[in-house]
């Protein structure tokens, strides 16, 4: 490794739920077995098997009584707070892992930190005035609302002129780091071809005879879209599985009608094996780069998505999958009846060969010319 005789440390924003991000982030934790791993908070139930055995610190956010832990997003202004707290004065290269906050570590002069993003914070920029008005239907808006959020943009701001080197997830991202934070930022596509190749003996036997189900795999949030889409299954009356857990299961579970079937957190295996056996993954949030759709074409199977973020750099329509362009009812259902007209032309080889360049091995390179060059900056 180029860094031999190099103290290094990562950062990841929170391991309190295994998804796209966490998957990313397993793969640069990977690289460097023996880093320790930063976070803001922990929750070694919910992460099962994944970092077992890593060095983990954890903010002092987790000596927080544990009711309050699970309502983390309460403690939104404590979040730069804990994050500028991080004792990394002992490290000579920090990798950090972010879609909001790990950017924001403060190192010393000569400690170089190179940072990963997954997206600037969306609730801040993109979504800043869709936000507040969520919030002001619900009644909890006030002014006291829109200076937090002012202060979030200040505070994300001077952050991302923190790392010396800032690595991102797509060409979408790129281009929201360029008119948020006026950097440059280079692409590292994420690896998704992992989970198919690891699975691919284990599920090869398990594929069923007809592709049966469409499939939403999600963490179960308003911002996730995945109300709309039980309202057109819904009407559509085709069997949908949703794999996911959330704040919001519950009030997607009293919408949905028996044909709707919530699997929640499932294993590596038997996802691979809903992804096999799906007739499409829909895919009805924005997305900065969308590792389900990506997961999903690399086991051969179609993808539904709202076109726009990432997803326009995975997804070709009519060869690949198919778009809808507004997250509602309406257009996800018009979405599905595409797709059904084109069924069967999609070629599910060529669908798996179109995200072939999409591998762990390639990522992790983007990683290690990044630190490369670093190196060559310090010395």
């Known amino acids: 490794m180029v860094l031999k005789g190099k103290k290094i440390a990562l950062v990841h924003d929170f391991l309190v739920a295994y998804g796209g991000a966490e998957r990313v982030f397993e793969a640069i934790a990977e690289m460097f077995p023996d880093a320790p791993i930063y976070t803001l908070l922990y929750d070694q139930e919910r992460m099962g098997a994944h970092f077992q055995g890593r060095d983990i610190r954890v903010s002092w956010l987790g000596k927080l009584p544990r009711f309050l832990k699970k309502r983390y997003r309460w403690l939104l202004l404590l979040f730069p707070v804990a994050v500028e707290s991080f004792d990394l004065r002992d490290f000579d290269v920090v990798i950090s892992s972010s879609g909001a906050w790990s950017k924001g570590i403060v190192t010393r002069l000569n400690t170089k930190h190179i940072a990963y993003l997954h997206s600037p914070m969306r609730y801040a920029w993109d979504y800043h005035e869709q936000y507040l008005g969520e919030l002001r239907a619900r009644g909890t808006f006030n002014i006291l609302t829109r200076m937090l959020m002012s202060y979030l943009r200040v505070w994300d701001r001077q952050a991302a002129e923190r790392p010396d080197m800032l690595l991102v997830n797509s060409r979408f991202t790129q281009a929201r780091v360029e008119k948020y934070y ?15 190749l690891k ?5 090869a036997g398990a594929v069923p005879a007809e592709r049966k189900n469409f499939l939403v795999v999600s963490r179960l949030t308003r911002s996730k879209k995945v109300a709309p889409v039980i309202e057109a299954f819904n009407k559509l009356g085709f069997p949908l599985v949703i794999v996911g857990d959330g704040p919001e299961r519950e009030a997607l579970e009293r919408m949905a009608l028996p044909h709707i079937r919530f699997a929640g957190f499932v294993s590596d295996e038997e996802l691979a094996k809903l992804y096999r056996g799906a007739r499409a993954v829909i895919f009805p949030s924005e997305e900065d780069f969308g590792m389900v759709a990506a997961e999903a074409l690399s086991f051969g199977t179609p993808v539904i998505a709202y076109e726009y973020g990432g997803i326009r750099e995975i997804v070709s329509a009519g060869v690949t999958g198919e778009f809808f362009h507004a997250q509602t009812p309406e257009l996800i259902a018009e979405g599905v009846r595409r797709f059904l007209g084109n069924e069967g032309t999609y070629d599910r080889a060529a669908i798996e060969r179109s995200v072939a360049h999409l591998t762990k091995v390639s990522f992790q390179s983007g990683i290690r010319n990044a630190v490369e060059k670093i190196r060559e900056q310090a010395d």
């Open 182 to 196: 006026r950097r440059e930022s280079a692409v590292a596509y994420p690896g998704a071809l992992d989970l198919s």
């Open 199 to 203: 699975t691919k003996q284990l599920v």
